[in-house]
């Protein structure tokens, strides 16, 4: 593979994990049953009631406000200058929105400064898995969860999909960076930002008639539905790591947890819902996740443009097989066949019989000498994955949406 080819699939990867984060899957959900207790939520305690009927209240009721206040246009207009986590709010915000942003904004009282210090180690040292995985488990795995495909397919930015994928990807880069939640950095500004963007989606995907009549649900967006798209970002790149036994200590993997914890704490996921350890997450997303994997039209429309997204530069000669073989290898042959995907002759076996020794002599578990010939080209596409899938992360500007996707 030539540089330039091998630069696009790593930028698709990037881009992939960007969708996942978004939540840019569609249909009919399969609805299990809650059971899921809240003395295993990081509140360790609440009433239990099922998610699938809990949104945001004080979110959407204000969001909705402004936008059928016409507010909209000029709240995007001033926050586009606020960035920064400790920075104050721009003048001008209207009042209502102004003080639930003032509260929205901290941190709760359970967050865990030496905890978030050890997220960044983690993240530094498996910065190049977290790429990957992001991009092409979590990215691709969102095209298979219905209720998020349809509805990023039918809202404003369904319309331009790679505009989208940049700004979920900012996500992935500010929970990663060194100073996420710090004074300097940008994660709650982003959480914040996209909580109202969450709320204005609740409002108008009902009034689209596309997505009324793809959809199952009334209002888009659930707690549970918040929970899904949680599910597929950390928890399944914890098992990912755990699966290809990358050696992780016990305090970088309840770091990792916890800086979730806290994304999902900002994004108005309520802490009876946000799982207090990896055990409980597994067993939560055995129940909320694994069940609603499907394959719907919207999200094999989208896979395929996630796929086509290196095409600009190769068209996608080498790159869609590539990330085609990656999305068989890291989510299996059941979600592949729902996407299209075919069998790549030459990649899927290479990453069956090479991806195990090739982490194994990453990690040291395994001398030098027995490196697979495909070490290098494995190393490489890491690197580039990484490197990308932060470059797709430049300052974007996430903003509240005032329309639907118009067809
Ligand atoms: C927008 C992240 C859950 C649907 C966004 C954005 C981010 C994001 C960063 C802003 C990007 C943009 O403006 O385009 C997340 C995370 C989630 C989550 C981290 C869970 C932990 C969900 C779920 C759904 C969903 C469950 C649907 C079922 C949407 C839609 C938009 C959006 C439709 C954008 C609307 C637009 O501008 O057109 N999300 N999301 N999200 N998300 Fe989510």
């Given at each position: 593979m030539d540089n330039l080819s091998r630069r696009n699939v790593l930028k698709a990867g990037g881009a992939l994990g960007a969708l996942g984060a978004l939540g840019v899957v569609a249909p009919a959900q399969a609805s299990t049953e809650w059971t899921w207790s809240?003395?295993?939520?990081?509140?360790?305690?609440?009433?239990?009631?099922?998610?699938?009927?809990?949104?945001?209240e004080e979110a959407d009721r204000l969001v909705a406000s402004l936008l059928d206040r016409g507010d909209v246009p000029k709240v995007n207009e001033l926050l586009r200058?606020?960035?920064?986590?400790d920075q104050p709010l721009p003048a001008g915000l209207p009042a209502d929105l102004r003080d639930f942003m003032e509260r929205a904004r901290r941190l709760p009282h359970w967050a865990d400064r030496d905890k978030l210090a050890t997220a960044v180690e983690f993240n530094e040292k498996r910065g190049l898995y977290l790429g990957v995985l992001y991009g092409l488990a979590s990215g691709m795995m969102s095209t298979v969860i219905p209720k998020e495909a349809r509805a990023v397919y039918y809202s404003q930015g369904g319309a331009d999909m790679k505009d989208r994928i940049s700004k979920t990807a900012k996500l992935g880069y500010d929970i990663g960076?060194?100073?996420?939640?710090?004074?300097?950095?940008?994660m709650i500004v982003t959480c914040v930002k996209t909580r109202l963007v969450h709320a204005a989606v609740r409002h108008l995907l009902p009034q689209s008639p596309y997505w009324t009549k793809a959809a199952?649900?009334?209002?888009?967006?659930?707690q549970r539905d918040m929970m899904v798209t949680w599910h597929s970002l950390p928890t399944t790149v914890m098992q990912k790591l755990t699966a290809w036994e990358v050696p992780i200590p016990a305090a970088e993997s309840e770091a990792f947890l916890h800086s979730w914890q806290l994304g999902g704490h900002l994004l108005g996921i309520k802490d009876e819902y946000i799982p207090v350890s990896w055990a409980e997450a597994d067993a939560q997303a055995e129940q909320v996740l694994d069940p609603v994997l499907a394959p719907t039209p919207e999200g094999v429309d989208l896979a395929d443009i996630l796929l086509n997204l290196?095409?600009?530069?190769?068209?996608?000669?080498?790159s869609k097989p590539v990330l085609g073989a990656f999305t068989r290898f890291l989510l299996g042959d059941r979600i592949a066949g729902w996407l299209h995907i075919p069998r790549e002759p030459i990649w899927d076996p290479l990453l069956n019989a090479a991806w195990g020794p090739f982490i194994a002599v990453r990690e040291g578990?395994?001398?030098?000498?027995?490196?697979?010939?495909?070490y290098w080209l494995f190393d490489e596409f890491l690197r580039r994955a990484a490197l990308l899938y932060l470059s797709e992360a430049r300052p974007i500007s996430i903003e509240i949406p005032d329309t639907n996707r118009p067809s």
């Open positions: 809240p003395a295993g939520s990081v509140a360790g305690t609440g009433v239990g009631a099922d998610p699938r009927w809990v949104w945001d200058t606020w960035t920064k986590n960076s060194r100073d996420a939640y710090q004074p300097g950095g940008e199952e649900e009334e209002i888009p967006i659930s290196g095409a600009d530069i190769d068209g996608g000669v080498l578990l395994l001398p030098f000498p027995l490196a697979p010939e495909s």
